[in-house]
């Protein structure tokens, strides 16, 4: 048993707590151990680094006080409102295990203090003026539990894994993609080759980078064009439903619905935006795909700026639930395996958020609370980023089956071309799929597998062969603080 | 041309004892399998016409492929793919389909290219097969 956790209330009452001046936040009302929260408060879990000298119960409640009603100093107009519900309240704080000067701080809100389906609202509100608080070194948003009440005044996702499925006809593997490659300087025509190959080699989805928006060596109407061509020649190739995530992202906001509803009247299934657009576009964009029947694919370019490092920042989860809110139907969320960073049991905690109904605390996976999600429909996650063939045992296996498998330079870098680069995936895929559903101990015998399907796979066989050795061995940066036998629990 | 639909259109063929074996597989996981035929293989063509209701109390695999060869029987010239379908809430779709017939000879699709104002152009994808009637469609 910590100290802290048994530090009393210090909430001054009656008449004194409203003399002019500075009074301790945890005076005022933000630090309140006894506190119940209730089913319908929305909780946030905060990570603290304190200055040096400064209390850790103050500073959770500085920080439950910022996100909230407090202000600097104590203002009579508090006793205009009914503040003892509007004050958010810290009611918890652990110090992080194995992090000197750290501490876990659990702050509730009444469900009044946000306007319903605005994540902008909610940032604001959350992140908004805390995190240059003086006397603290540093703060994260480590996670958020949502009341039911709160999560049913989302949208969410525009269409959803099941429905997309039903639209794509593809039932019962991982979806694959790639990224066209170079990201920028390719024109419109020699864009759209790269997406014929790929497609009609066997991925079901090709992707604009987070970059290529409308540039001097390709505008957004000729890519469009160029990639539709390619899209519709290899579904009558195929006899498959094929897509390419043609970024509509752009400086405003007539531009970006100008550019979907070109993408919509060239017959595609699906348009791409990224995460730096903002949520309250993200949020308009979503309602945009809902309507006209688009799937909607979020890069998440930009957040390693703030989700990276552990001491600061907001975590990617938070953001993976804000954008299920918000409505995307794809989002990028680590490929444990591949070049960007990513801990296996963090990106597992990212995974269930995006395709899971209910999320239990399990803070082996960094999640601190249970999280309802009431049918909001589900968010294909998105692996992409340094992956290639010979990895499919470990993907299947730590991603699972619904989840976009992107493969860039795996496909376009195959050293017999695009098209063969596109069909050793789906080779790859489909074998070990096949091995799963046959009972076998495909993660042992992945390797195994892959070599009998090369057999009669020439393409999949110089994939093997090229990147045999290829993995991205660094420690991860942002790893759980709880081991499974840890005894901490909410 | 070999059409690509479903899990497995990139392996050979699968043989009834590999297709036995996924049936197993969605029976363990509690799925009603189906067969579904058609001879109108267009990527958007969702239905497919039903052998029979779905199979929401088999236990053995056995069954499904005794359906199979029955479904061959009759209609071995066209497409059937066989499908798991999952009723768990939040899901209540297909969670596996693949083929496990393929005509003799698959005459693929034509893409029709309609121009528009612009440089726009409207996309059809059309069966070669549904030129013919159907049922008479993949006979030579």
Request: hydrophobic share 35%; net charge negative.
């Given at each position: 048993m910590n100290d802290l956790a048994t530090t009393q209330s210090q909430t001054v009452t009656g008449k004194d707590r409203y003399k002019s001046g500075v009074m301790e936040y945890r005076k005022m009302g933000y630090w309140e151990p006894d506190y119940m929260p209730r089913d319908t408060d929305i909780i946030a879990l905060f990570r603290i680094t304190p200055q040096d000298g400064v209390d850790p119960v103050e500073a959770a409640a500085a920080v439950a006080g910022e996100s909230s009603t407090a202000t600097w100093t104590v203002v009579w107009t508090d006793r205009l409102t009914a503040s003892e519900k509007y004050r958010a309240k810290a009611y918890r704080v652990d110090p992080v295990p194995n992090t000197p000067g750290a501490y876990f701080a659990y702050i509730a809100y009444?469900?009044?203090l946000f306007e319903?389906?605005?994540i902008a609202n909610l940032s604001a509100s959350i992140i908004g003026n805390v995190f240059g608080f003086k006397p603290l070194k540093a703060l994260r948003l480590e996670d958020m539990r949502f009341p039911v009440a709160y999560v049913k005044t989302f949208q969410g996702p525009a269409t959803g894994i099941v429905v997309e499925r039903e639209r794509l006809n593809c039932f019962g593997r991982p979806l694959l993609g790639a990224t066209v490659k170079p990201k920028l300087g390719l024109s419109g025509r020699n864009y759209g080759r790269v997406v014929y190959e790929a497609l009609k080699g066997g991925l079901d989805f090709t992707k604009d980078d987070e970059n290529i928006n409308s540039q001097p060596f390709m505008h957004w109407r000729d890519r469009f064009l160029y990639c539709m061509?390619?899209?519709?020649?290899?579904?009558?190739?195929?006899?498959?439903?094929k897509g390419s995530y043609l970024n509509v992202t752009a400086g405003t906001m007539e531009d970006m619905y100008e550019r979907a509803e070109f993408a919509r009247e060239l017959g595609s299934v699906i348009v791409m935006i990224d995460l730096v657009i903002g949520y309250t576009a993200i949020q308009s964009m979503a309602k945009w795909a809902r309507r006209n029947d688009m799937i909607?694919?979020?890069?998440?370019?930009?957040?390693s700026t703030y989700t990276r490092q552990k001491s600061h920042g907001v975590s990617f989860r938070v953001i993976a639930k804000w954008m299920r809110l918000a409505g995307a139907d794809h989002i990028h969320a680590g490929t444990v395996v591949g070049k960007l960073e990513g801990d296996p049991n963090t990106t597992r905690g990212y995974y269930d958020i995006c395709r899971e109904d209910h999320n239990p605390l399990k803070l082996e996976h960094g999640i601190f609370f249970e999280q309802h999600w009431a049918s909001l429909n589900k968010m294909m996650p998105v692996a992409s980023g340094g992956i290639h063939a010979g990895q499919m045992h470990q993907?299947?296996?730590l991603l699972g089956e619904d989840v976009v498998l992107q493969f860039g330079g795996g496909t376009i870098g195959h050293p017999m071309g695009i098209q063969a680069g596109a069909?050793?995936?789906r080779v790859a895929l489909e074998a070990m799929i096949m091995a799963r559903n046959e009972g076998r101990d495909y993660v042992h015998e992945g390797p195994e597998i892959l070599a009998r399907a090369a057999q009669s796979c020439t393409p999949l066989k110089a994939a093997l062969d090229t990147w045999k050795n290829v993995a991205f061995n660094y420690e991860s940066t942002d790893s759980p603080d709880f081991v499974p036998s840890s005894s901490v629990s909410m | 041309m070999r059409i690509t639909q479903g899990c497995f259109s990139f392996l050979p063929d699968l043989t009834d004892d590999q297709i036995?074996?996924?049936?197993?597989y969605c029976l363990s996981k509690g799925?009603?399998?189906?067969?579904?035929?058609?001879?109108?293989?267009?990527?958007r063509n969702t239905y497919w016409e039903m052998w029979g209701l779905p199979m929401f109390d088999l236990k053995d695999a056995a069954g499904a492929m005794l359906e199979l060869k029955e479904c061959r029987r009759a209609f071995g010239d066209r497409y059937i793919r066989l499908c798991g379908f999952d009723a768990t809430h939040g899901w209540e779709s297909l969670r596996i389909s693949f083929l496990v017939n393929r005509p003799k000879e698959e005459p693929g699709f034509s893409l029709e290219r309609q121009e528009m104002g612009g440089r726009n152009i409207r996309y059809s994808t059309r069966s070669y097969a549904v030129k013919r009637p159907e049922g008479s469609r993949y006979q030579p």
């Open positions: 009444d469900l009044d319903p389906g605005s061509e390619a899209v519709n020649k290899a579904q009558a190739s195929s006899g498959e439903v909607l694919h979020l890069h998440r370019a930009g957040h993907l299947l296996d069909t050793a995936n | 036995s074996a996924q049936v197993q799925w009603a399998v189906s067969f579904e035929f058609t001879d109108d293989p267009h990527p």
